[in-house]
């Protein structure tokens, strides 16, 4: 009798502690309000949060413009897919000019006011404003009267009208199928008039829109947001999020380990650590980012005009194993240009496998059977797409006969030396583009080394597949033509396809809603992430 | 005294002037285009984005002209528009300023106090296991490089023991200031504890210390008031002259305890070739180091009555 009452007890204080356990599982999958981010900002200091002065490379400051800011449409971060924003997804004229945007009634400002279609001519007039020397220009170049706007003839962009407080029209001089791509980037973000005049210069430290999260403070290389209670979408998760520029691994891995941070991205050999850790391997986000890390060749002198050399550059080198040994796994091996998260990829696409041999073979076909010199300039610290990349690469250039002269440079000389084109090859990472037809324009042939055609490569075929890619409406269609596009660029090779940039970040088990976000692992959509109880910053 | 002090203020200004020029010259002058790099500088950019930015900065117009423009502006204190941040120079480096002289400061602090200490009882113990460590321990605080000194503490105090966080200025909070202090302090302390004890023994046998010996004064008397006053002369020359370099150099330590200061700064301007705040934080730390030595200067005549100004 007793040993059955001692069981009864045992079972009933089993399933007591099971219940306890299940449901305190069951409240750590449920989404709870409260507590702080610590994100840490691992490429440079920031510089600015006003959208207009910052480049689409600037993914410091980009990953907190993304959470306080907000335009007519926007990007679904996740899935890369256009989203209504301010305004529902617009109504396109059967002419594929006017683009009318209905807004939503009741969103708000950060001060309280209500955003009208009035406030979005202003913040693109003040986008295209020459006074204003603004950098995401590309966004509005195609509407209707930019030219006598920035001209300083006339005072309104005519292709720019209010119907009423929530609709306007954007008309484009020409059809764009990327015109709703470039108006969510956050260069097209709506700012307040009051705002931005009372502010001058400091609306860049102390900005206003109408994002999830609104700007608290700057203090040193911390930027505090924190959530914004009048949000027209679902309120953040989080009440605060803090994003602090942390630029050595080393502090980053430091701060990690001592909990102070909730999540940071990894180096290789940070990469290696973690994904051998008992606990953090389940912690790992990775994702094939949208940069395709390559060699550009120099196609107008030197030896690889000649087609030959740079296929057998490509031939002559074993990328994955390069990949596995010294980039620790920390990148996807190349096929072609356009990476695997953009809807264009082509896994049946055929590459440049490592072949040593056909390598010799077209260098001998070159006229250079007794080897060639060639002197490459690269980003003097970068692994993954700098001169140590190339570096690791050199025995397997030479040992089919190329003769290598590494130059290595920091970048802002790099970037001058690129242009003038006085050198063989330069090592870089070029995409950062949502859109597949934008991913590849740069390689027009109209384009100039400034403008990101870094090979000078000029090829009509090329060229004229964009330019039908570039007036299909279908977007089946459209993917078509850029992989064709693409085929003749691989075949061309003007540049040696490296790698496609493996995004990895290791986050605390506290933490969830992150995203394998592939335009950059730090546009993370803050107001979906959210924190458990056991966070030490749950509060 | 004071004749001196003047002589001294109006030398400063053609070492400023040259200081200046030099400084133009060679930010000028070096590859590398802050327009291009404003924009996206891995491509992309419209070549009327970068023009654009070029006017707007003036960077159009022949040198001789920016540098005129330059000195009319500093001399009514007005360094310019930062390239980069948009803001003005004279801002960005006032949030800095600070933020770098509290860390130089108590790394100097640190290290004169640790080093001249050591350096002192090292001498006064000569050939003792003391000495031997102490001097052991100096050649290796000079040794030691402070970006690796700084992340084995990092992980040794702030992961391993907890006690001290592991970076972040943390709003201006002792607890965030004692590593960076203590690893940036570390190399001037090596460095003055080896001064201190080479001063101290050149003093030590001094015909005023036997006499003061032989008067019957007290050891502890001798030792601080006729041997550690005396020889606290040249180690106020190297404290002080440190004291300059250590502004100049809190930039790796920053970058590794991730602090914002002037140090980060200048290396945040040097890659976007941010040519107005380079040339106001050098301007600003060439400044500090005339101030310091001019302090110094004036601080012999403190310690040694004998030396004379005019």
Known sequence: MLKHRTLSIV????????????????????????????????????????PIRIGSERAEDLQVIFQAFEGLIKLDLPTLKIVPGVASVPDVSGDLLTYTFHLRHGVKFHNGREVIASDFIYSFERL???????????????????????????????????????????????????????????????????????????????????????????????????????????????????YRTMLEPGTRGAAFEAEEIDATRLTSPQYLKYRNDPLYKNYLLEVAELWTRNLYFNTREGPFVDKKVRQAFNYAIDNEMIIDKFLLGMAFPCIGYLPTSLPTYNPELIGYDYDPELAKELLKA?????????????????????????????????????????????????????????????????????????????YLSQRSRAEGNFPAYCNPRFDHYLDLAGKETNFEKRMELIRKAEEIFVDDCPIWFANYSKGVMVYQPWVHGLEPVALDLAYQPMAAVWVDETSPRAK | MITFLVRRLIQFIPTLLGVTLIIFILLNVMPGDAALLSGNPRGGTDPKVIEALREKWGLNDPLPIRYVRFLGNLVKGDLGISFRLDRKVSEVINERLFVTLRLATCGMLFAVIGGVGLGFFSAIHQGSAFDIIAMIGAVTGMSIPNFWLGLMLMYLVGVLLGILPTSGYGGGD????????????????????????????????????????????????????????????????????????????????????????????????????????????????????LVINLLVDLAYGYLDPRIQYD
């Open chain 2, 174 to 289: 002792l607890a965030h200031l004692i590593l960076p202090a203590f690893t940036l302090g570390v190399r001037y302390m090596a460095l003055l504890a080896r001064m201190s004890r080479s001063a101290v023994l050149d003093v030590v046998h001094e015909d005023y210390v036997n006499t003061a010996r032989s008067k019957g004064l007290a050891e502890r008397v001798v030792q601080f008031r006729h041997i550690f006053r005396n020889a606290l002369i040249p180690v106020i020359t190297i404290a002080g002259l440190q004291f300059g370099g250590m502004l100049a150099s809190t930039v790796v330590v920053e970058t590794v305890f991730s602090w914002c200061g002037i140090g980060s700064l200048l290396v945040e301007s040097i890659f976007r070739r941010d040519v107005p705040v380079l040339q106001g934080c050098i301007l600003i730390i060439v400044v500090a180091f």
């Open chain 1, 128 to 242: 295209m404003n020459p006074d204003e020397a603004a950098v995401p220009i590309n966004i509005l170049e195609n509407v209707v009267g930019v030219d006598a706007y920035k001209a300083g003839t006339v005072d309104h962009i005519s292709g720019l009208k209010v119907i009423d407080d929530y609709t306007l029209t954007i008309t484009l001089a020409s059809i764009d199928v990327d015109f709703l791509y470039k108006l969510a980037e956050p260069g097209a973000s709506v700012v307040p008039q009051e705002a931005v005049e009372s502010l001058g210069r400091d609306f860049g430290r102390t900005p206003v829109s109408c994002g999830p999260f609104k700007f608290e403070s700057w203090v040193g290389n911390e930027i505090t947001l924190v959530a914004f209670q009048d949000y027209y979408g679902e309120r953040p998760y989080l009440d605060k999020v803090i």
């Open chain 1, 366 to 442: 070159a006229g250079y059977e007794n080897g060639v010199s060639v002197e490459i300039i690269g980003d003097s610290t970068s692994p993954t797409w700098g001169i140590l990349y190339v570096e690791a690469a050199v025995p397997y250039l030479e040992a089919v006969g190329f003769k290598v002269t590494l130059v290595p440079l920091e970048s802002a000389a790099r970037h001058t030396r690129r242009n003038t084109g006085e050198h063989d090859a330069g090592m870089t990472s070029t995409g950062g583009a949502v859109s597949p037809l934008s991913y590849m324009s740069r």
């Open chain 1, 11 to 50: 079972i009933a204080l089993a399933a007591l502690l099971s219940i306890c356990v299940i449901s305190g599982w069951a409240d750590q999958e449920q989404p709870r309000y409260g507590g702080t981010f610590i994100m840490p900002e691992t490429y440079s200091a920031h510089i600015s949060m006003d």
